[in-house]
Nanobody, 123 residues
């Protein structure tokens, strides 16, 4: 059973940086998709960044060049480093994981989610 738990959210000023983390357990070590998603107030949840067991990375166009997803397999920790933060990225951020079946991770259906961590960008 895959279990996930986020941490590291908080408040940051525009232009600042923040790294959020997700402790992941129970995932298949050689065949997985993992991702970060976010849901802003009154908006639908959207995908932000994805990683698979091949090391393939995918990002939403709005965060390319500013956000970096990574997985520390020794610590079973998924991270999202966020730089040059803007107020419009304020949201609850969720990590998710799923055994990789076929196709790209950004197209996968995720059934395993963390509880979310709030990120607020405001002056």
């Amino acid at each position: 059973q895959i279990q996930l738990s986020e941490s590291g959210g908080g408040s940051v000023q525009p232009g600042g940086s923040l790294t959020i983390s997700c402790a992941v357990s129970g995932y298949p070590k050689h065949m997985y998709c993992m991702g970060w998603f976010r849901q802003a107030p009154d908006k639908e949840r959207e995908g932000v960044a994805y990683i698979d067991d091949y090391g393939t990375l995918n990002y939403a166009d709005s965060v390319k060049g500013r956000f970096t997803i990574s997985l520390d397999t020794a610590k079973n920790t998924l991270s999202l480093q966020m730089n040059s933060l803007k107020p419009e990225v304020t949201a609850i951020y969720y990590c998710a994981a799923e055994p990789r079946v076929r196709g790209a991770c950004y197209a996968a259906v995720y059934n395993n989610w963390g509880q979310g961590t709030r990120v607020t960008v405001s002056s």
